[in-house]
Nanobody
C-alpha cells in the first residue's frame, strides 16, 4: 500500500551537499499525509540507524551525528519527503533508506535504498 522510491544519491566530496528525495507516487494522498516519514542509513558492517524523521504534523528529529547539518521536509501534495544533507563527511557514506510508518497500516514500509558516497 506504500511504495517508496528514493533518488538523489551519488558521489560528493567532503563539505559538499546532496538532496535525497523519496516519492510515493502510487500511495494515496491521505495515507501519505498521515504517515510519519523517515530516513535511515546503513554503512557496511554497521547497523541501520535513524538519520532524520518527520511526523505527519511536521515535527522533526535527527540522529546526533547529523544535527545541524541535515534537514528533513515533506511536501504532501507531491507525496514526497526530502533530506537535505549539507557539510557532508566521509562518515556519512552509507546506503540511505526511506521509511514510512502509518498508524493503522501495520509494519513499516521501506524504499530500495540509494547510495551516498562522500570522498575525503
Amino acid at each position: 500500500q506504500v511504495q517508496l522510491v528514493e533518488s538523489g544519491g551519488g558521489l560528493v566530496q567532503a563539505g559538499g551537499s546532496l538532496r535525497l528525495s523519496c516519492a510515493a507516487p502510487e500511495t494515496s494522498f491521505s495515507i501519505f499525509r498521515d504517515s510519519a516519514m523517515g530516513w535511515y542509513r546503513q554503512a557496511p558492517g554497521k547497523q541501520r540507524e535513524l538519520v532524520a524523521a518527520i511526523t505527519s504534523g511536521g515535527s522533526t528529529n535527527f540522529g546526533d551525528s547529523v544535527k545541524g547539518r541535515f534537514t528533513i521536509s515533506r511536501d504532501n501534495a507531491k507525496k514526497t519527503v526530502y533530506l537535505q544533507m549539507n557539510t557532508l563527511k566521509p562518515e556519512d557514506t552509507a546506503v540511505y533508506y526511506c521509511n514510512a510508518r502509518h498508524p493503522l497500516l501495520g509494519p513499516d514500509y521501506w524504499g530500495q535504498g540509494t547510495q551516498v558516497t562522500v570522498s575525503s
